[in-house]
């Protein structure tokens, strides 16, 4: 997990306006993940946040026994300096995101 440059937590909808959770992962500079193992590692990445949100908060594992659609963290894995971390560079204040 040493290839994360920065991470983001965003929320967005589905098409029945149900909240979804996404954690949007900035890799460092220089490492590009080919398709095969970008598929991997948000399946590693997706299970290590799980575990580690339903062990250490009460609340998410409730949340997630109840409504595990709703709550289960949905990883997506991005170049460095592209999708939403394209404007990092220039920004000063975070950006709160709403993903669709």
């Known amino acids: 997990m040493n290839d994360i440059h920065d991470f983001k937590l965003a929320a967005g909808y589905d098409e029945k306006q149900h909240q979804l959770f996404y954690v949007l992962i900035e890799l460092k500079k220089g490492i590009v993940y080919k398709s095969a193992q970008k598929r991997k590692m948000i399946k590693i990445y997706h ?3 799980l575990e580690r949100l339903k062990n250490c908060s009460i609340d998410f594992a409730s949340a ?3 409504d595990k659609k709703t ?3 949905s990883v997506q ?5 592209t999708g939403p971390f394209a404007e990092e ?3 000063t204040k975070p950006k709160l995101l709403f993903v669709k």
């Open 64 to 66: 997630y026994s109840i």
């Open 89 to 91: 560079l220039t920004r």
């Open 77 to 81: 894995i991005f170049d460095n300096g």
């Open 71 to 73: 709550s289960d963290p």
């Open 47 to 49: 299970d290590a946040i």
